[in-house]
Nanobody, 113 residues
Framework: QVQLVESGGGLVQAGGSLRLSCAASTVFTINTMGWYRQAPGKERELVAVTTIGIANYADSVKDRFTISRGKAKNTVYLQMNSLQPEDTGVYYC?????????WGQGTQVTVSS
């Protein structure tokens, strides 16, 4: 069983920045890690994902968010700049390992206008 622990959410004004962190507890190396978000009343959506150095982003966050892997094994970060109210939601870390997908508990990001 893989456990993902996220941190870094919070309340920020529009135009501000936040950095989310996620660490996965497993002895195996996870190649694919990403971030999803779910706004109130909406479905969970992909924000960004990285696989062996290749990153992909949702169109809505391109040029504002950056996903990166940490030096520590099985860590991933999401640097979020120029945040807008529509970025508000619960952000979930995701990891793919050996055909299974794992989720963190989520961290709230609230952007005020």
């Amino acid at each position: 069983q893989v456990q993902l622990v996220e941190s870094g959410g919070g309340l920020v004004q529009a135009g501000g920045s936040l950095r989310l962190s996620c660490a996965a507890s497993t002895v195996f190396t996870i190649n694919t890690m990403g971030w999803y978000r779910q706004a109130p009343g909406k479905e969970r959506e992909l924000v960004a994902v990285t696989t062996i150095g290749i990153a992909n982003y949702a169109d809505s966050v391109k040029d504002r968010f950056t996903i990166s892997r940490g030096k520590a094994k099985n860590t991933v970060y999401l640097q979020m700049n120029s945040l807008q109210p529509e970025d508000t939601g619960v952000y979930y870390c995701n990891a793919a390992l050996r055909g299974s997908y794992y989720w963190g508990q989520g961290t709230q990001v609230t952007v005020s206008s």
